[in-house]
């Protein structure tokens, strides 16, 4: 046995012979082993910045349509440019197989009606409110949107709100009031020699006000009716992005021809001649940019944490804030960057609130012994280790 161990561990193998030669055995190829290479679609950084940049730039485009220069007033047809935009962008996409979603069912369709009703809302709303208001202003009003959304959750889904979540809130709350008190103390400062130009200006906060507040709640009622809608559906993140638009298309085409002003006259004034190239172009770009914003969203959870990514959202707010002092002529006082600090500190506040209450969901209940489990259960489960 002993020899035989041996010729077997010192056998070398000869090939086969052909005539009077041998032939050697092919050598088999093993590829080199390749280094761990970071990719860029795992770096943190990356999803962060497109995240943001994506909200910037969506941001930034929709005030330069709306407010840029031009009295624009047909809210409904951009909004329905930029849903086309959006359904033509992720068709084409599936098209070439780069993603894929569930193809058109009118039953889906039916249940999920409701919550592209609720959609319309809020993106309209919101196209009033920042057209009104200045991009600081709204940013920071945007975050009541958190208290509405967590007060509904305790209502209609049995959440609760924590000690730091009810800090966080007043916080938001001081952040309006202040921002609100900058913009009206700016207006009276500014034009406070003309009593009509003043009160005309008051009068245009008021209704960015009025805007924002119910922008605050569809955006709340569609954010909650999302949620117990999807548990009927079970739609992923492009089964959402293609219903949600295409849904609202025959909506806005409804809304834009009954109740905005078609004449030759106000389209000449809603897309003047000097700017009307530029204005068409954003409006094409912000339909594709919320592609953009909802793949940087997913990217920057998959990439990071969902910690992290509430953390990115809160201090999201800071730079599209400052995008509004930059690129449009919000006025830049104590008031109103204070207001700035205290919102983002809210968002913040808010991001590690919630974090520690789902630390604390978790640690609760946590079984201290092994679970008892029946003969044949645990005969299973050996055998699907063996």
């Keep these: 046995m002993a020899d035989d161990k041996k010729r077997d561990d010192f056998a070398i193998e000869m090939g086969d012979r052909s005539g009077d030669r041998f032939e050697a055995p092919k050598a088999s190829y093993r590829p080199a082993p390749q280094l761990p290479m970071t990719s860029v679609a795992h770096n943190p950084i990356v999803p962060i910045l497109a995240y943001c940049a994506s909200s910037i730039l969506m941001t930034v485009l929709n005030k330069y349509v709306l407010s840029g220069g031009s009295d624009f007033n047909l809210n409904f047809f951009l909004l329905c440019v930029q849903g086309v935009v959006c359904v033509t962008a992720i068709q084409t996409m599936k098209t070439l197989g780069v993603i894929n979603y569930r193809n058109f069912n009118v039953d889906e369709a039916r249940k999920w009606f409701p919550v592209s009703l609720l959609l319309v809302g809020m993106i309209y709303t919101g196209t009033k409110a920042i057209q009104y208001l200045s991009i600081p202003v709204y940013t920071i009003f945007k975050n009541l949107t958190i208290i509405i959304t967590a007060y509904g959750e305790v209502l209609w889904f049995g959440g609760s709100v924590t000690r730091l979540t009810l800090f966080s809130f ?20 500014n034009y406070g020699h003309s009593n009509t130009e003043a009160s005309a200006k008051i009068s245009t906060l008021n209704a960015g006000y009025m805007w924002m507040l119910m922008n605050c709640f569809c955006t709340s009622s569609y954010v909650l009716g999302m949620r117990k809608r999807i548990k009927l559906t079970n ?109 983002s500190l809210s968002g913040i506040v808010y991001a590690i609130a919630k974090l520690k209450q789902s630390q604390q969901s978790k640690n609760v209940g946590l079984p201290t012994v092994a679970p008892l489990v029946s003969a044949s259960s645990q005969s299973a489960r050996d055998s699907m280790r063996s």
């Design 170 to 189: 007043g916080l938001i709350v001081l952040s309006s009031v202040v921002a609100a008190w900058a913009d009206i103390q700016h207006a009276l400062q």
């Design 235 to 343: 739609f992923k993140d492009f089964d959402t992005m293609f219903y949600n638009n295409l849904l609202t298309i025959p909506i806005l085409i409804v809304c834009s021809l009954v109740l905005e002003n078609w004449s030759a006259e106000n389209v000449a004034k809603n897309f003047p001649v000097e700017s009307r190239n530029n204005i068409i172009f954003a409006m094409i770009v912000t339909g594709l940019g919320t592609i953009f914003i909802s793949y940087a969203s997913a990217w920057c959870v998959r990439a990071t944490s969902a910690a992290t990514y509430s953390m990115a959202g809160a201090l999201n707010k800071i730079p599209i804030a400052v995008s509004g002092l930059i690129f449009f002529d919000a006025p830049v006082t104590v008031p109103s960057v204070s207001a700035i600090a205290i919102g």
